[in-house]
Every structure is written in C-alpha cells, then in structure tokens.
C-alpha cells in the first residue's frame, strides 16, 4: 500500500470513528421513538454506504462501481420506510392524544441492541473494505472463521473501533458516573492496544506489554474501587462481572495465539468488548438506577469477580511469559505428558498437564511481577489509611519482603555470575518450606533446617506474624489489601469459614492441619530416601516435596484465594492446611512465644459494646474481646499480627507485646510508649469509624 492511499484511508477511518462517536452519542439521548429511528436510520445509511463500496471492492471495475452505487442507493431508500412509519405514527399519536408521546416510549433495550448491531455492522464493514483498500487479503473461501477472523483483527477495525469508543466516552462524559468513565476508557485503550491488530512483530512486542500495563492499571481500579464502594446499582454489577468475565477471554485468546498461532478467540472478545461498552454508553442509566446493592452479601458475586480476574491474571502472566521467554523456550519449560494411550491415561495426562501448566505459570517470575503490582497496589492504599506508625512499617516491609524474595531472588538469582546454587542457602532458597528450593538432597538439609530454625526463632520472638504477616510473602500481600479488608465479613457470614470461627482448634481445623502436616512430612521422608537412594518415588513425574509445594502453592493456594466468599479470608491461617504455616504457630501460642496483644486497660473492653477488633480480625478471632476483658490479653497461635483489631479498635486500647517489652522489661526499662490515639490519618472505612468524642464515654 502506498503513504497516500494509507494517508487517505486514515483520515477516512478517523472521520468515521468520530461520526459513529456523534451518533452514539445522539443514540444515547433519545428519549422518543421518532429520535430513536431517526439515529438508527443514520446508521443503517452508514452501512448501506459501506455496503456499496464493499461491492466495489470485491471486484474492482467500472461495472461493479455502477452496481455499488446502485446497490447502497437501493439500501438507503428501503431504510427510509421503517423511519416514515415511525414517524408517521408518532404523529397520529400526537393527534389522538393531543400530547407528545411520553419519553422513552419504546423498548429501550432493543433499541440499544439495535444500535450496537449497526454500530458493529458499520465497523464489520468498513474494515473489510478498507482492508481490500489498502490490499490486504480477506479469504473469502476457507470458511467463516480465517473470514471474520481476517475482518475483525485488522488495523481498520480494531483502531477505528479503540477510537469510536473513546470518543464516544468523551463525548457521554457528563451522563457517566466519574468511577465508569475511567473504566470505560481503559477499554478503549485496550481495544487499542490489541497485539494482532498489526503484522509488525515490533508492534506485538509493544502491545504485549503495554496493554498488560493498562490491564494491570485497570485491574488495581476496579478493586479499588469495588473496596471503596460498599454498594452499587445491580446494574454495575453485572457489567463488572461481564467485563471480568471478557478481559479474562481475552488474555486467554492473546495467550493462544502468542503461544500457538490460533486466533479466533481474540476476534470474538474484541466484539464481546464492544458490545459491552456500547450497552453500558447507550443504557448508563443502569449504573444510577435500581435499589443500592451490598455486594459483600452475594458470595457468588464476589466469587465470580475474584474467579475472572485470577483467569486474568494467570493468561496474561503466561503471556507475559511466552513473550518474555519465547513461545517455544517457554512452552519447553512446562512439564507435558503426551496425550496418547487408553482413553484413562490420556485423561490422566490432561489433568497432569493442566496442572503444571498452572502450577509453572503461577510460580513464574512474570506473573508474580503483576500480582506484586496489583496486590501491592492494594497494600498501598491500605497503608495510607493505616494510623499506626508500627502496622504501616511492617505492610512496607511485607511488600519489600514480596518483591525481594518472592519475585527478585527466586526471577532474577541465577542470573548472577558465580553465586552459589539457590537451593543451598538458608531461607533465600526455602523461603515456603519444604519444597521451595527443589527436591530434598542430602546438600540442601542443612540449608532447610537453618530455615525452619530461623522462622522458627522469630515466630518465639515477634509472633507468628513474623512469618504469615512478613516472610510468607504471598498471603501477606495478597490478603492484606483493601479489597479482602472488605471481605472480613465472609469469614463469619460463610457456612466454611464459621466452622473455622475463633482461636479454639475446632475438629475441623484439627482435622486439616493434621493432613498438612503428615502429608509434609510423609512428602519429606520420602524425598530424602529417594536421594539416598532406598526408593525411587515421584509424584506426577516429580519430587515428591516438589509436588507438595506446587499442589499447595501453585494451585490450591489460588483455589482458595478465589473462594474466599465461601471459605472466609486469610484461609490459609484460618483453614490450617499450610505446614510451613504450622511451625509459626507451634512456636507462637497459648504456652509458647512472647507476642500477644495486650490491652492498656481491661475495664475499657469492659464497657465496649462495639466488638470492633473482633469485626476487624481477617482470621476470625471473634473470642478476642472475652479474653481482654478478663485477662488483659490475648494468645493465640492462629493470631498474625496484621493488626487491623488494633486499627479498628474505637478506644485505641490495643497493642502488640513482644520481645521489646519482654526485653526491656528485663532489662528494668519502661515499655515502648504507645502510640497516641487517632495520631493520623483516618479510620479504617470498612470497621467503626465514628471519630472518639462520638463514641458512648465508658465509665470506668
Ligand atoms: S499459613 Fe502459610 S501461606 Fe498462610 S501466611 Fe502463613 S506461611 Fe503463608
Ligand atoms: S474494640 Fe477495643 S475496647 Fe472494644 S473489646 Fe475490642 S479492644 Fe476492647
């Protein structure tokens, strides 16, 4: 294609996508059906225009520009009749009644339907025939999908289609709420950014990249924002899911053809995308009307969102990959039995596969890298609303903590020239336990017991908060963020999570932990009689202890992470399957360990009827205040430390003990002087957050 016809077919693809922004916005103002027809005429004539010159452009010639002409002109005038009745009986209407028709007195959502279908018509159209414009090919003979495959994934359709809905939100800024403007913008972008729509490899590079930033970006809103809004219109809430539900489709088909050269899935989303935008641009209303919906009361719901974004996540950290590493390095590096034999092996090496595939996905550098992002975003703004000088330290630390040794050392170690083998150094390379850094060689055991006696040691000493708050790195990060702070709820609310309710082993906790446990140390003993050479054991062609620790945190960690609304938050605590998990707590509990929380006066907790620190505990401690009132304080070997009780606390009356007091207090020194109450910042949102002097004054 030479630079004046591309020159040319831009400026006409730019005038396109600002007259199509011009009639959204008309179709989004009609309020009666003589205006709604008169909008959807004007783009039928679009179409039909379009549809003329496509007769044109399948077999150039004077002899089809004459049909073209003739073909559009017949079209235009069979349009004309549908809008003349409307017309027509809108008048007579207004004779029998003497009044105008009464607004939006028509189907409203078929009207939108209507105009979406143009809307997408006029865009089908126009990038087939700019397409055989600027002489690319669009197969014709090899079947429906390498057709609107050809269509749809061309630079025509996809930037005129990215720049119709920007535009169009622009032009609908004042009739959208601030929060779905911003939304709707990122799909613009993104529709933008889509890596096929150009064959330039450097253009797929860059729009790898970049769209997943965006996509990250609008990740991090959305969660915020569904965190800062307790409730909305039933109406955001279905979009929300359906934009979930489609940005998770598509990084699937992004993943597909990066990684196998299959298309047809991304094609679809890009119209899934677009139908969605204009439906949520052409009937916003629905984001201002209906009753106020708490979605933290619709498990399934939160479920659902938590569900697509983690699809999300895992397809675009496996692109990521697969841009990073190379398709076929990357694929290489995934375990992958041959689907071949009886109908029960070949079932047997789909699930096998499946699961390293995941397991391999989740544990790789790229996609901790955007959980890091995403979640630590969400860290980031709890911290800004965190008061306490000491709860605020420790969420930086955590995340330090995250990106060093979750994303850093494990990404970025081998890299290094000359350092010695991960797997061989204490806690860098055991950082999860038992499996961590490999298969249990001789070499590495005394690498994984200084392991366990370093967490171990700082478990006695600042409490299990040490590791399940700090040194785990992924449950910190991921359930101390803003959103799950909302979810707290779902731990008492859940049929799972309130049999786990409280710092009492109930028999299912015990029942759980138990099975970690054994399966740890069944996992362990014989890992290190397969180095020594006695049995010769694998798991899913793996270490045994290598299996465990992919079983436990490549896959069920996230299958946990994602059912939250039905098991309750922080449920690797809470639940008790984590065995590395169990060792905090058996050096931090009742009997042993010096963390604890205290309170400054028992009466206070006394006269409390809030229950506060109870509501705000993300493991569930609702026994919390009984043990303050009579004892002063409180022990538990579920207790992490996070602190939100000491947040939440309307009295201010809690604070941590550990080995500084037990310490100093040794040492004959005053204890640490706690913090001033409200020193700064606000309250949590999401506990009680009456300022003090409203709170009931407690007798004391
Ligand atoms: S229980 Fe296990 S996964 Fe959960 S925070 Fe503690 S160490 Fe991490
Ligand atoms: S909210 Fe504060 S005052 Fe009330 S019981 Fe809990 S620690 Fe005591």
């Given at each position: 294609?030479?630079?004046?016809?591309?020159?040319?077919?831009?400026?006409?693809?730019?005038?396109?996508?600002?007259?199509?922004?011009?009639?959204?916005?008309?179709?989004?103002?009609?309020?009666?059906?003589?205006?709604?027809?008169?909008?959807?005429?004007?783009?039928?004539?679009?179409?039909?225009?379009?549809?003329?010159?496509?007769?044109?452009?399948?077999?150039?010639?004077?002899?089809?520009?004459?049909?073209?002409?003739?073909?559009?002109?017949?079209?235009?005038?069979?349009?004309?009749?549908?809008?003349?009745?409307?017309?027509?009986?809108?008048?007579?209407?207004?004779?029998?009644?003497?009044?105008?028709?009464?607004?939006?007195?028509?189907?409203?959502?078929?009207?939108?339907?209507?105009?979406?279908?143009?809307?997408?018509?006029?865009?089908?159209?126009?990038?087939?025939?700019?397409?055989?414009?600027?002489?690319?090919?669009?197969?014709?003979?090899?079947?429906?999908?390498?057709?609107?495959?050809?269509?749809?994934?061309?630079?025509?359709?996809?930037?005129?289609?990215?720049?119709?809905?920007?535009?169009?939100?622009?032009?609908?800024?004042?009739?959208?709420?601030?929060?779905?403007?911003?939304?709707?913008?990122?799909?613009?972008?993104?529709?933008?950014?889509?890596?096929?729509?150009?064959?330039?490899?450097?253009?797929?590079?860059?729009?790898?990249?970049?769209?997943?930033?965006?996509?990250?970006?609008?990740?991090?809103?959305?969660?915020?924002f569904v965190a800062r809004t307790p409730e909305f219109p039933p109406g955001?809430?279905?979009?929300?899911?359906?934009?979930?539900?489609?940005?998770?489709?598509?990084?699937?088909?992004?993943?597909?053809?990066?990684?196998?050269g299959w298309l047809p899935l991304f094609a679809l989303v890009l119209i899934?995308?677009?139908?969605?935008?204009?439906?949520?641009?052409?009937?916003?209303?629905?984001?201002?009307?209906?009753?106020?919906?708490?979605?933290?009361?619709?498990?399934?719901?939160?479920?659902?969102?938590?569900?697509?974004?983690?699809?999300?996540?895992?397809?675009?950290?496996?692109?990521?990959?697969?841009?990073?590493?190379?398709?076929?390095?990357?694929?290489?590096?995934?375990?992958?039995?041959?689907?071949?034999?009886?109908?029960?092996?070949?079932?047997?090496?789909?699930?096998?596969?499946?699961?390293?595939?995941?397991?391999?996905?989740?544990?790789?550098?790229?996609?901790?890298?955007m959980m890091g992002f995403e979640m630590g975003a969400l860290v980031y703004?709890?911290?800004?609303?965190?008061?306490?000088?000491?709860?605020?330290?420790?969420?930086?630390?955590?995340?330090?903590?995250?990106?060093?040794?979750?994303?850093?050392?494990?990404?970025?170690?081998?890299?290094?020239?000359?350092?010695?083998?991960?797997?061989?150094?204490?806690?860098?390379?055991?950082?999860?336990?038992?499996?961590?850094?490999?298969?249990?060689?001789?070499?590495?055991?005394?690498?994984?017991?200084?392991?366990?006696?370093?967490?171990?040691?700082?478990?006695?000493?600042?409490?299990?908060?040490?590791?399940?708050?700090?040194?785990?790195?992924?449950?910190?990060?991921?359930?101390?963020?803003?959103?799950?702070?909302?979810?707290?709820?779902?731990?008492?609310?859940?049929?799972?999570?309130?049999?786990?309710?409280?710092?009492?082993?109930?028999?299912?906790?015990?029942?759980?932990?138990?099975?970690?446990?054994?399966?740890?140390?069944?996992?362990?003993?014989?890992?290190?009689?397969?180095?020594?050479?006695?049995?010769?054991?694998?798991?899913?062609?793996?270490?045994?202890?290598?299996?465990?620790?992919?079983?436990?945190?490549?896959?069920?960690?996230?299958?946990?992470?994602?059912?939250?609304?039905?098991?309750?938050?922080?449920?690797?605590?809470?639940?008790?399957?984590?065995?590395?998990?169990?060792?905090?707590?058996?050096?931090?509990?009742?009997?042993?360990?010096?963390?604890?929380?205290?309170?400054?006066?028992?009466?206070?907790?006394?006269?409390?009827?809030?229950?506060?620190?109870?509501?705000?505990?993300?493991?569930?401690?609702?026994?919390?205040?009984?043990?303050?009132?009579?004892?002063?304080?409180?022990?538990?070997?579920?207790?992490?430390?996070?602190?939100?009780?000491?947040?939440?606390?309307?009295?201010?009356?809690?604070?941590?003990?550990?080995?500084?007091?037990?310490?100093?207090?040794?040492?004959?020194?005053?204890?640490?002087?706690?913090?001033?109450?409200?020193?700064?910042?606000?309250?949590?949102?999401?506990?009680?957050?009456?300022?003090?002097?409203?709170?009931?004054?407690?007798?004391?």
């Amino acid at each position: 294609m030479d630079q004046t016809t591309l020159v040319v077919l831009s400026l006409l693809a730019a005038l396109m996508a600002y007259t199509t922004a011009v009639l959204v916005r008309w179709a989004a103002g009609a309020r009666t059906a003589s205006y709604a027809a008169a909008v959807l005429f004007l783009f039928a004539m679009m179409a039909a225009m379009f549809a003329g010159a496509l007769v044109y452009y399948l077999h150039p010639g004077p002899v089809t520009l004459a049909e073209g002409f003739w073909f559009a002109a017949i079209l235009m005038s069979a349009f004309v009749f549908p809008l003349i009745y409307v017309l027509t009986r809108e008048v007579r209407l207004r004779g029998t009644t003497g009044s105008a028709p009464p607004e939006t007195a028509f189907n409203t959502a078929l009207y939108a339907a209507g105009a979406i279908g143009l809307v997408l018509a006029n865009e089908f159209l126009m990038g087939w025939v700019f397409s055989l414009a600027a002489g690319l090919t669009i197969p014709l003979n090899q079947g429906a999908i390498p057709f609107l495959e050809a269509v749809v994934v061309s630079p025509w359709f996809i930037f005129t289609m990215g720049g119709e809905m920007l535009l169009s939100a622009y032009f609908l800024r004042e009739r959208i709420r601030p929060g779905i403007r911003i939304i709707l913008a990122f799909q613009g972008v993104l529709m933008i950014l889509s890596p096929p729509a150009l064959a330039a490899p450097a253009w797929a590079t860059f729009a790898v990249y970049a769209g997943s930033a965006v996509m990250i970006g609008l990740v991090i809103y959305l969660l915020e924002f569904v965190a800062r809004t307790p409730e909305f219109p039933p109406g955001f809430a279905t979009y929300t899911l359906l934009l979930a539900g489609i940005y998770s489709l598509m990084m699937a088909g992004l993943y597909l053809w990066v990684g196998y050269g299959w298309l047809p899935l991304f094609a679809l989303v890009l119209i899934l995308e677009m139908v969605l935008f204009f439906d949520a641009l052409l009937q916003s209303d629905r984001f201002s009307a209906g009753p106020p919906w708490v979605w933290s009361r619709s498990p399934r719901w939160v479920f659902g969102l938590l569900a697509a974004v983690f699809v999300t996540e895992v397809f675009m950290g496996a692109l990521l990959d697969l841009q990073a590493g190379g398709p076929s390095a990357w694929l290489a590096t995934v375990p992958a039995g041959p689907l071949v034999g009886s109908p029960a092996m070949v079932a047997g090496h789909v699930l096998a596969n499946g699961f390293w595939w995941l397991a391999t996905v989740t544990a790789s550098t790229w996609f901790l890298v955007m959980m890091g992002f995403e979640m630590g975003a969400l860290v980031y703004f709890k911290i800004r609303e965190t008061r306490h000088r000491e709860l605020r330290l420790r969420l930086w630390i955590l995340v330090g903590v995250f990106a060093s040794t979750t994303v850093l050392i494990p990404g970025f170690w081998s890299k290094i020239p000359g350092v010695p083998d991960l797997a061989t150094i204490p806690f860098l390379g055991w950082t999860m336990g038992i499996g961590s850094g490999g298969a249990l060689t001789s070499t590495v055991i005394l690498a994984v017991l200084s392991t366990y006696l370093l967490v171990a040691g700082l478990c006695f000493l600042f409490g299990r908060r040490a590791l399940c708050s700090v040194l785990c790195g992924m449950a910190p990060l991921m359930f101390q963020g803003t959103l799950m702070d909302r979810m707290k709820s779902f731990n008492r609310s859940s049929s799972v999570g309130h049999k786990y309710l409280g710092s009492r082993f109930s028999a299912a906790f015990s029942i759980t932990g138990a099975v970690a446990l054994s399966a740890a140390l069944g996992v362990t003993i014989v890992s290190y009689l397969n180095t020594v050479g006695a049995l010769n054991v694998t798991i899913v062609g793996a270490d045994p202890t290598v299996f465990l620790y992919n079983l436990n945190f490549g896959v069920v960690w996230y299958l946990l992470f994602v059912t939250v609304p039905f098991v309750g938050t922080y449920n690797c605590v809470t639940l008790g399957w984590c065995p590395w998990g169990m060792v905090g707590q058996a050096v931090s509990n009742r009997r042993v360990g010096l963390f604890r929380l205290k309170v400054k006066d028992r009466e206070v907790c006394k006269a409390c009827t809030t229950l506060d620190c109870a509501k705000a505990c993300p493991i569930g401690l609702v026994d919390m205040p009984g043990h303050f009132r009579t004892r002063g304080e409180f022990r538990s070997s579920k207790c992490c430390g996070v602190g939100d009780c000491i947040e939440s606390c309307p009295y201010d009356n809690i604070y941590i003990h550990d080995v500084r007091h037990w310490l100093r207090a040794r040492l004959g020194r005053p204890a640490p002087r706690p913090e001033p109450p409200f020193a700064r910042g606000p309250q949590l949102p999401m506990v009680n957050s009456r300022p003090a002097a409203e709170l009931a004054p407690l007798g004391k």
